[in-house]
């Protein structure tokens, strides 16, 4: 159950993500008003902490069925296939964390555009 309801986090927190920064950048010159504020407001923090807690609860519902059954042993392609899972999951999250330009306080209302 943990993993279906991270998985519906997960895809409404990137749709919200996705469609509040196209409707703020296309019409609203700031954040000013309810409907530029709200969408400024939707696209930063309600699509990314949706993102980030279905990103969480996928991950670890994974990681304790895993350790509920673990794989004992793994040959040279699976390990070699997990790997390069790995690295791209992790380029995934840097990738989409790492490319905001609001990380700190000076952050302003207009910086979306």
Do not use: K, Q
């Amino acid at each position: 159950m943990a993993f279906v309801i991270g998985a519906y986090f997960y895809a409404t927190g990137n749709g919200v993500h996705e469609v509040a920064p196209f409707t703020y950048n296309t019409y609203c010159d700031n954040a000013s008003g309810n409907l530029c504020g709200g969408l400024f407001f939707n696209s930063y923090y309600t699509g990314n902490i949706g993102f980030f807690v279905g990103a969480l609860l996928v991950t670890v519902t994974l990681l304790l069925i895993e350790r509920g059954r673990p794989r004992t042993a793994f040959a040279g392609r699976e390990l070699a296939v997990l790997g390069v899972n790995a690295v791209i999951y992790s380029l995934t999250m840097l990738a989409y964390a790492g490319s905001t330009s609001c990380w700190s306080a000076s952050c302003t209302a207009s910086s979306p555009r």
